[in-house]
C-alpha cells in the first residue's frame, strides 16, 4: 500500500494552504525533482540541498528560523535529529522513502511504515499527491532507479514520447540509452560543486518550464544549466576511462580523488550498465572519509553493506540494487576485504 490515499490527500491539502515553505531536500535527481514539484505548486519558498551528508542536524535550524517559514517541508532526507526537529518553529513535514525513523513533533510519510520493502521514490509520492509536471517526476523516479506503474509511465509517454522509448523496460537502459537519461544526468551534475554553485543551478531550475529548454538549450536558463553540464562531463570521462576491469573478479573497485566534484552515483550507474554480472563499489575520497556508491543487479545490497561495516567506522544503506556507503579512510580496506568475501 505505501503512502495509502488518504495520506495523499492530506499531504495535497497541505501543499495547497502553505505560502511561505522552507524545503530541505537531498541533492540528488529524486531529491530535487521533490523540491521543485512543490516548489512549482507553491510557487513560493526557499530550498536547502542537503550536501555531502544523510542527515540533518542542529547546524540547519537557524537558517530555517531565519526565513521565518510557515511549514519546513523535508523530502528524501535519511535521517533528521531530533533536536533539528525541537528547535524548528513551526510545522514540519517529512516525506521519505528510505528505513523508517521515529521521530516526535514532525509529520511523516513514508511508505515503509506500511509496507518495509516499499522503498518508491520520494518524488513518486510527490507526484502521486500533486499530480503535476509529470517531467520533473520522472527525473525523480528514474534518476533514482525506479519506474513507476502504467498509468503514470503512459501519462509521461503521452506528454513526452521523445523522451523516453516505450520499448525501455527497465532504468538503467532508460539512464544510459534516453533523452530522459540524458535529461537525469544533466540535472545531476548542476548538483555538484560548491554549495553557492548548486544554489544558482538550483534557482535557475524553479524557471525552466519544460526539458527542452535544457535539451536544447533554448532559452537561458537552459543554456546556463547546458553549459555547467557540458563543463564537468569532460572530467567525469577522464575518470571514466581510468577504471580498470579484471575479467575474472566479480567485484569492479575504483577509487578516485577529486577536489571539488563526486561522480561516484553517475560512475557506478554506468558501470553497473555495461556489466550487469559484476558488483560495483566507486569510492570517493573526501575529508578523511570514502564515500561510495555501490551497484549490483542480483545482490541486496543493504544486507551486505551492514554486514561489512560491522566494527567499522561508517554506515551505510539504500536501495536493494543501488546504495551507498560512507567510511573513515582507515577502515575503507576492511571494508572491501569485507565486501569480497560476503559477494564470493
Not at 501543499?15 to 511561505?20: A, G, K, T
Request: one cysteine or more; hydrophobic letters at 40%; a neutral charge.
Amino acid at each position: 500500500m505505501g503512502i495509502s490515499e488518504d495520506q495523499l490527500k492530506e499531504l495535497r491539502q497541505i501543499f495547497d494552504s502553505v505560502s511561505r515553505p522552507v524545503i530541505l531536500f537531498d541533492d540528488d535527481p529524486d531529491g530535487l525533482a521533490s523540491f521543485l514539484l512543490i516548489y512549482k505548486h507553491i510557487r513560493e519558498g526557499k530550498g536547502i540541498p542537503v550536501k555531502n551528508a544523510p542527515k540533518l542536524g542542529l547546524e540547519t535550524a537557524q537558517k530555517i528560523n531565519d526565513y521565518a517559514p510557515d511549514v519546513v517541508f523535508i523530502v528524501d532526507v535519511p535521517i533528521v535529529e531530533q533536536e533539528l526537529i525541537n528547535k524548528i518553529k513551526t510545522t514540519v513535514v517529512w516525506v521519505d522513502h528510505h528505513p523508517v525513523i521515529k521521530r516526535h513533533g514532525v509529520k511523516y510519510y513514508n511508505p515503509r511504515i506500511s509496507e518495509p520493502d516499499d522503498n518508491r521514490p520520494t518524488s513518486y509520492w510527490i507526484y502521486k499527491a500533486l499530480r503535476e509536471n509529470i517531467w520533473i517526476a520522472m527525473v525523480g523516479m528514474v534518476g533514482d532507479w525506479f519506474f513507476p506503474e502504467q498509468e503514470v509511465m503512459d501519462e509521461f509517454f503521452k506528454e513526452y514520447p521523445d523522451l523516453l522509448s516505450r520499448d525501455v523496460k527497465e532504468p538503467e537502459i532508460a539512464l544510459h540509452n534516453s533523452k530522459l537519461g540524458e535529461l537525469i544526468r544533466i540535472i545531476s551534475f548542476n548538483l555538484k560543486g560548491k554549495a553557492s554553485d548548486v544554489i544558482k543551478s538550483i534557482k535557475v531550475f524553479t524557471r525552466i518550464k519544460d526539458p527542452y529548454e535544457i535539451l536544447e538549450q533554448k532559452t537561458s536558463g537552459g543554456r546556463f544549466i547546458y553549459k555547467k553540464y557540458k563543463k564537468l562531463i569532460e572530467s567525469y570521462n577522464e575518470l571514466i576511462r581510468q577504471v580498470k576491469i579484471k575479467p575474472e573478479d566479480k567485484l569492479i573497485l575504483f577509487v578516485y580523488k577529486n577536489p571539488d566534484y563526486s561522480f561516484s552515483a553517475e560512475i557506478s550507474n554506468e558501470l553497473i550498465y555495461k556489466h550487469p554480472d559484476k558488483i560495483i563499489l566507486v569510492a570517493w575520497e573526501y575529508n578523511g572519509e570514502y564515500k561510495c556508491s555501490l551497484r549490483s543487479n542480483k545482490l541486496k545490497l543493504p544486507v551486505i553493506i551492514n554486514k561489512a561495516l560491522e566494527g567499522l567506522n561508517g554506515y551505510g544503506g539504500g536501495h536493494d540494487h543501488a546504495a551507498g556507503a560512507c567510511i573513515k579512510i582507515n577502515d575503507f580496506p576492511i571494508f572491501v576485504e569485507n565486501i569480497k568475501k560476503l559477494i564470493n
